[in-house]
């Protein structure tokens, strides 16, 4: 049986992993490559790294950090943060990365994930998007799409942007509440089940994980394929092994052996 | 020296990394000479089916594969890179492949919507019988998938290992004397995939 996807996420800032609340007062937590082993070791399913500050700093990804992860991690792993164009794409994948997440370049130019998907294979491009809560009146789905750090509003209805994407050709959607990011108060689970229940392509929620019961409730009421975590278990609050045996008890399929 | 076959579909590095990790000695190549005399081939990809035989056939590796396959070269198929070993694939309105092992690779038709296409993921491979690619592994181990299409082999002697997913039971691990091929990533499996490619890179080619 297909197995629940457990993915902690990265966010790396001067080469540093760092985590703040709703993209805010980040505190440093340690070298990405070291973490990015520790938690392979440890039975993660999969990794996700962002550059947080490429963009903003108007620079390429950080490609020997991809490269140095790729020589010490043999799981698949996501990489996002200042891809500016199929070049960009083309290199990270190149150093070792099993996908790459557009953001705000796909809002600016949904075209890149039509060129991607055919280029590289749907299974390599992955959308993330920031929806906000908003009025319902002007955005169907209750939701809106932002940019830039949840700093940009788009216009875009969150439900339709997925739709689009899916059809463009993404391979996968991770729906990151920007409300709930770093809360640790537990997934926005209305949103997650409104994106996961119609789009045929996987959805990973993120945003908000704070204990194992997060989870189970994002893949029993939510009908997440993969859930991120990063405050919960960067502090050492929880090992994944914790949460899968959690998982498993409540009747989510997670992988046992690694 | 394995010879990781490169044309141009699909991601190697991970492949070539992997190995690097163990060890073993590999090269990167699309020169039919080094592929028909390396000790060990290695036949991987992702991506789509029409746009990888097109460019097999461009580079003329179609002979040269089907040679190091005949002649008993140690080979192993990876994701798209099994798929189009088999005859004909139904990916691009369908693609008529290179033909090492018969049958057909058939698209996930999921009856319930919350069944997601790709399969992306771990999922646990049964083996159909005991295989030296498998040696140290235990049964149901999980392994990562990345795929829509499944390979679906005439002879049911080639199927090595199964796997479950849109209802239907998969060959996920086909094989038969010195070839092997897996619908999974071992490269991308963690520890238990690296065994694979380690009890690979030690294989003579028999079973």
């Given at each position: 049986?297909?197995?629940k996807?457990i993915?902690?996420?990265?966010?790396?800032?001067?080469?540093?992993?760092?985590?703040?609340?709703?993209?805010?007062?980040?505190?440093?937590?340690?070298?990405?490559?070291?973490m990015a082993?520790a938690?392979?070791?440890n039975?993660?399913?999969?990794?996700?790294?962002?550059?947080?500050?490429?963009?903003?700093?108007?620079?390429?990804?950080?490609?020997?950090?991809?490269?140095?992860?790729?020589?010490?991690?043999?799981?698949?792993?996501?990489?996002?943060?200042?891809?500016?164009?199929?070049?960009?794409?083309?290199?990270?994948?190149?150093?070792?990365?099993?996908k790459?997440?557009?953001?705000?370049?796909?809002?600016?130019?949904?075209?890149?994930?039509?060129?991607?998907?055919?280029?590289?294979?749907?299974?390599?491009?992955?959308?993330?998007?920031?929806?906000?809560?908003?009025?319902?009146?002007?955005?169907?789905?209750?939701?809106?799409?932002?940019?830039?750090?949840?700093?940009?509003?788009?216009?875009?209805?969150?439900?339709?942007?997925?739709?689009?994407?899916?059809?463009?050709?993404?391979?996968?959607?991770?729906?990151?509440s920007?409300?709930?990011?770093?809360?640790?108060?537990?997934?926005e689970?209305?949103?997650?089940?409104?994106?996961?229940?119609?789009?045929?392509?996987?959805?990973?929620?993120?945003?908000?994980?704070?204990?194992?019961?997060?989870?189970?409730?994002?893949?029993?009421?939510?009908?997440?394929?993969?859930?991120?975590?990063?405050?919960?278990?960067?502090?050492?609050?929880?090992?994944?092994?914790?949460?899968?045996?959690?998982?498993?008890?409540?009747?989510?399929?997670?992988?046992k052996?690694? | 020296?394995?010879?990781?076959?490169?044309?141009?579909?699909?991601?190697?590095?991970?492949?070539?990394?992997?190995?690097?990790?163990?060890?073993?000695?590999?090269?990167?190549?699309?020169?039919?000479?080094?592929?028909?005399?390396?000790?060990?081939?290695?036949?991987?990809?992702?991506?789509?089916?029409?746009?990888?035989?097109?460019?097999?056939?461009?580079?003329?590796?179609?002979?040269?594969?089907?040679?190091?396959?005949?002649?008993?070269t140690?080979?192993?198929?990876?994701?798209?890179?099994?798929?189009?070993?088999?005859?004909?694939?139904?990916?691009?309105?369908?693609?008529?492949?290179?033909?090492?092992?018969?049958?057909?690779?058939?698209?996930?038709?999921?009856?319930?919507?919350?069944?997601?296409?790709?399969?992306i993921?771990?999922?646990?491979?049964?083996?159909?019988?005991?295989?030296?690619?498998?040696?140290?592994?235990?049964?149901?181990?999980?392994?990562?998938?990345?795929?829509?299409?499944?390979?679906?082999?005439?002879?049911?002697?080639?199927?090595?290992?199964?796997?479950e997913?849109?209802?239907?039971?998969?060959?996920?691990?086909?094989?038969?004397?010195?070839?092997?091929?897996?619908?999974?990533?071992?490269?991308?499996?963690?520890?238990?995939?690296?065994?694979?490619?380690?009890?690979?890179?030690?294989?003579?080619?028999?079973?």
């Open positions: 049986m297909l197995t996807r993915i902690p996420c990265l966010d790396v800032r001067n080469r540093l992993v760092t985590k703040g609340v709703r993209f805010q007062n980040n505190v440093d937590l340690g070298d990405p490559i070291e082993v938690y392979s070791d039975g993660c399913d999969e990794l996700v790294f962002y550059d947080i500050t490429a963009s903003a700093e108007r620079r390429p990804i950080d490609i020997e950090m991809v490269a140095e992860v790729g020589k010490v991690v043999h799981i698949p792993f996501a990489v996002g943060g200042g891809i500016r164009d199929l070049d960009d794409m083309y290199r990270v994948l190149l150093a070792g990365a099993e790459v997440s557009v953001n705000s370049l796909a809002v600016d130019n949904p075209d890149i994930i039509a060129e991607g998907s055919r280029q590289f294979g749907a299974q390599c491009i992955v959308l993330g998007m920031d929806p906000v809560k908003a009025d319902e009146r002007r955005f169907p789905s209750g939701y809106e799409i932002t940019t830039r750090g949840f700093r940009e509003r788009t216009g875009m209805d969150a439900l339709g942007w997925a739709k689009r994407a899916e059809d463009l050709g993404v391979g996968e959607i991770v729906v990151n920007v409300d709930a990011d770093g809360t640790r108060e537990g997934f689970l209305e949103l997650t089940r409104l994106i996961a229940t119609n789009v045929g392509i996987p959805v990973v929620a993120s945003g908000g994980a704070g204990t194992p019961q997060h989870l189970v409730d994002v893949f029993i009421k939510a009908h997440a394929d993969a859930a991120i975590v990063a405050s919960m278990t960067h502090m050492g609050d929880y090992t994944i092994g914790q949460i899968k045996d959690e998982l498993a008890s409540a009747g989510v399929p997670v992988r052996k690694w | 020296m394995i010879a990781i076959v490169d044309y141009k579909a699909g991601n190697l590095t991970s492949v070539r990394l992997a190995l690097e990790h163990l060890g073993v000695e590999a090269m990167v190549t699309q020169n039919p000479a080094e592929i028909l005399t390396a000790e060990r081939v290695i036949f991987p990809g992702v991506g789509a089916a029409g746009q990888a035989m097109a460019d097999i056939h461009a580079l003329g590796l179609i002979e040269p594969l089907k040679q190091v396959v005949a002649h008993g140690p080979f192993l198929g990876i994701c798209l890179g099994t798929q189009i070993i088999f005859e004909h694939s139904e990916e691009d309105a369908g693609t008529t492949c290179i033909g090492i092992i018969p049958g057909t690779v058939k698209r996930f038709t999921p009856s319930d919507p919350l069944c997601k296409i790709p399969q993921g771990w999922n646990t491979v049964r083996f159909a019988r005991p295989h030296p690619l498998f040696a140290g592994i235990e049964n149901d181990s999980e392994f990562y998938f990345v795929h829509s299409f499944y390979p679906a082999p005439s002879d049911a002697d080639y199927i090595a290992g199964t796997t997913y849109a209802g239907v039971q998969f060959a996920s691990a086909v094989g038969r004397a010195n070839l092997f091929a897996t619908q999974f990533h071992p490269e991308r499996s963690g520890r238990i995939g690296l065994r694979v490619l380690q009890n690979f890179s030690e294989w003579d080619g028999t079973c």
